[in-house]
């Protein structure tokens, strides 16, 4: 399967603990993006990267979520602290302009769902 | 205002009818319009992009109003596989020219019923 990935699915964890999650794109797409869905909720923006440069963040994103993507590959999003508001499914989507395709043509993976309990 | 407003519905229809849905964005420099589709627990996919001069795949129109800053999706003779809920999505540019970060819209749920 070459499509995006995520892991892990599902986390549950304690409030005040720390999380990271990791997103593998699809091979050769140079943008990838961080989206958190909570239920009965679009997809909400929260960053995104063009290969290791992070070049827009979303002022939802409070100091307590980092993301990185140090080789242009995989990106990794760390929740410090995790509040029982961050319950939700965090996306991940990956992107290119080969292929004929614009940036907005994004492809989604299935996501991590996080529980704080 | 919401950037992107959706009627969330949910539109329960028969098979075979014909459903619209509306959406509304408010940065009048938006330049991508998409439909995108999500099944339920799943992720959204692409459905179809959206053109000033209208476009259609299949049982799917799109169409565009700049002026009004307006799209519609239009499903005719619906299936049962179309239940799902469609999601209205915008692009936000930024200042400096990127093409930017996509905005949803809450969706829309469709339940086509036998």
């Known amino acids: 399967d070459t499509g995006v990935s995520q892991n892990p699915r599902h986390k549950i964890t304690k409030r005040g603990q720390n999380v990271t999650f990791r997103c593998d794109p699809i091979?050769?797409?140079?943008?990838l993006y961080w989206y958190r869905q909570t239920l009965g909720q679009g997809p909400e923006f929260l960053t995104y990267f063009q290969n290791e440069a992070q070049l827009e963040k979303s002022r939802l994103l409070s100091d307590r979520f980092s993301a990185e993507r140090p080789k242009g590959s995989f990106s990794t999003l760390e929740i410090q602290r995790t509040e029982q508001g961050d319950s939700a499914m965090y996306l991940c989507?990956?992107?290119?302009?080969?292929?004929?395709?614009?940036?907005?043509?994004?492809?989604f993976g299935p996501g991590t769902r996080l529980t704080v309990l | 205002r919401k950037e992107v407003e959706q009627d969330p519905g949910p539109f329960n229809v028969p098979e075979g009818a014909t459903v619209a849905f509306n959406c509304t964005y408010s940065?009048?420099?938006?330049?991508?319009f998409f439909w995108y589709r999500q099944d339920c627990r799943k992720e959204p996919k692409l459905l179809m992009s959206v053109y000033s001069s209208g476009n259609e795949d299949g049982r799917f129109t799109a169409q565009l109003n700049r002026a009004s800053q307006y799209i519609s999706l239009l499903i005719r003779d619906s299936k049962l596989s179309d239940s799902a809920t469609y999601l209205c999505v915008v692009n936000f540019p930024s200042g400096s020219g990127n093409t930017g970060k996509l905005i949803f819209g809450q969706g829309t749920t469709l339940q086509v019923k036998p």
């Open positions: 940065n009048s420099a938006s330049q991508s």
């Open positions: 989507a990956s992107s290119s302009k080969r292929g004929g395709f614009s940036y907005n043509e994004q492809f």
């Open positions: 091979s050769e797409h140079n943008r």
